[in-house]
């Protein structure tokens, strides 16, 4: 068989097989397979062209490894002799000692001046857009005559098909799987009335949509939501933003490094957690509202009766009871105002628990001692408006049924806050 011949049935075997398939990863390891194989070099090197950052990065090798591949060799077209072959789009041959070329870039995690000779071809796209490179090397000096260096251009040229239609495949696999998270997201949030079930659910598909080691949602108010899993040697920290605030942070950890669309993926889900946790905020804000509503309406209805039997009598434990009930409507109007005006803004619990404390004890306090020692204490309002209806229900207790002295003490330390 003639070289001609010869060279005709590689080609055809080479995009044969790596044709394959349609997985990137797989094309870029079956390009350096078959091309090492085909032209009888020691080892190839294949190289996408990242446009975001306009360098070559090393994908896939034969015959080398690459150690600590998270740190993949990377290199600007026009740096290294593959990368001067991929800015001239030209290929490039040298026959012997190719590591002392002008033009050799080292990298410290591979070995590449064990090899003599080099071949270097860039991956046009219709002859002209850049789509990478690649390169073949011997160990023993070698020419490379002008037969197979057409091979490995024709190659080239084949390849660069194959690995565009690999990478649409890829982007289109990526953005079905963004959209199978954010949908599982939008499915938890939608019919869960809970916050703390939207936030398990986002935390858990936050680690499944990037394999991750680890996530949590950190609140403004500094607690760790649904930690789960455990700390990697990568992370990532994204803001949860609504209306111009800042109400949180997204924090995934993982052993490898993110990618910038893994980046994209978390900022679209940091999004939906950020609806996510107004959702539940708001879904609290209305069950602390009817929960006022449903006391309000208990206390007028008993006021009504008391004003009905007053108006028959004059008795003076009914005028005790009016008088309690008028307290407990004031108490609950002030939880109301704070629920209505602090919204989305820290309340001062200390000062509320005062305000509280000084309508209940009005009609209630009879021959009985109240002491308060009230630290000035910072909540979400949606917090501190839960924390004030149970105060207002333990004191009024307190001081209906209680002993002769009642004390109140709110205080803050390391994170905790007691009452």
Not at 269 to 276: D, E, L, R, T
Not at 353 to 364: D, E, K, P, S, T
């Given at each position: ?6 060279h005709?049935?590689?080609l ?28 009888r ?8 062209y990242d ?76 002859g002209?857009?850049?789509e ?26 084949q ?98 490094p993110?990618?910038?669309?893994d980046?994209?993926l978390?900022?679209a ?8 946790l ?8 209305g ?25 028959r ?8 009871a ?5 307290n ?9 105002e ?31 001692a ?19 209806l ?30």
């Open positions: 068989m003639d070289a001609s011949a010869r005709l049935r590689l055809t075997e080479t995009i044969a097989a790596v044709n394959s398939t349609l997985d990137l990863e797989e094309v870029l390891h079956l390009v350096a397979t078959e091309v090492a194989d085909a032209l070099a020691d080892a190839c090197f294949v190289y996408l446009e975001r950052s306009d360098e070559l990065v090393l994908r896939a090798t034969h015959g080398s490894r690459v150690e600590e591949m998270t740190r993949r060799p990377r290199m600007r077209p026009g740096e290294g002799i593959t990368g001067a072959a991929a800015a001239e789009r030209q290929p490039i041959a040298i026959a012997e000692r190719a590591h002392l070329d002008p033009r050799f870039k080292q990298f410290p995690n591979l070995r590449e001046d064990e090899y003599e000779s080099i071949l270097a071809v860039p991956i046009l796209i219709r002209e857009v850049l990478g490179a690649l390169n073949v090397r011997t160990r023993k000096a070698r020419a490379w005559p002008e037969a197979e260096v057409d091979l490995l251009v024709a190659i080239a040229s390849v660069a098909q194959t690995i565009e239609h690999a990478k649409l495949y890829a982007e289109a696999q990526r953005r079905v799987h963004e959209l199978e998270a954010l949908a599982k997201i939008s499915e938890a949030v939608s019919e869960s009335l809970y916050l703390e079930e939207s936030l398990e659910a986002i935390v858990k598909t936050t680690i499944a949509a990037v394999d991750a080691s680890g996530a949590a949602l950190v609140l403004d108010d500094g607690r760790i939501a649904w930690p789960e899993g455990r700390a990697g040697a990568h992370a990532v920290r994204l803001p949860l933003r609504w209306k111009r605030r800042v109400i949180g942070e997204l924090v995934c950890d993982r052993d490898t993110f990618s910038e669309d980046r994209a978390l900022e889900i940091a999004h939906h957690a950020a609806v996510a107004e959702h539940g905020r708001a879904v609290m804000r069950v602390l509202a009817q929960e006022i509503h449903h006391r309000v309406k208990n206390n007028l209805q008993t006021v009504a009766s008391l004003l009905r039997l007053q108006a009598a004059t008795d003076v434990d009914a005028q005790k009016l008088g309690d009930s008028v407990r409507i004031l108490a609950i109007a002030a939880v109301h704070v629920l209505t005006e602090h919204r989305e803004d820290d309340v001062d619990l200390g000062e509320l628990i005062g305000r509280l404390r000084a309508m209940l004890v009005q009609g209630l306090v009879a021959g009985k109240v002491e308060a020692e009230l630290a000035p204490v910072s909540l979400a309002g949606d917090r501190a408006t839960a924390l004030a149970v105060f207002c229900e333990l004191f009024g207790n307190a001081l209906e049924h209680g002993g002769s002295t009642v004390r109140i003490a709110l205080a803050q330390e390391e994170g905790s806050v007691q009452l």
